[in-house]
């Protein structure tokens, strides 16, 4: 499989993969306090490969960390930056294709 239809399959649900999280709080409440335990305070850089539409990022930028993403999924990029402008975040944001 190329990294192209890789990405179209992840573009089709990243709304979806969005919504996730809310049907799976369990799974997002332990990461985040995971991450809250491990990660250096802010406003340390993160970057967050392999993002999907952000929802780990944005509840990190929120915190004050500065925060870029990248991912294979254009779809997924868009929506996390939205997102995040509508919550007062702000993150940067790369496309992950070709093996780069």
Not at 69 to 93: C, F, P, T, Y
């Amino acid at each position: 499989m190329t990294d192209g239809e890789v990405a179209k399959i992840y573009d089709l649900g990243a709304a979806e993969e969005w919504g996730r999280l809310d049907l799976r709080r369990t799974e997002f409440g332990v990461t985040c306090s995971v991450l809250d335990e491990f990660l250096p305070p802010p406003p340390a850089r993160i970057l967050d490969v392999g993002s999907g539409p952000g929802r780990y990022a944005i509840r990190l930028a929120e915190r004050g960390y500065s925060m870029s993403i990248l991912d294979v999924s254009q779809q997924s990029l868009d929506l996390a930056v939205e997102k995040a402008s509508s919550n007062g975040g702000q993150i940067r944001r790369g496309r992950l294709r070709d093996g780069h």
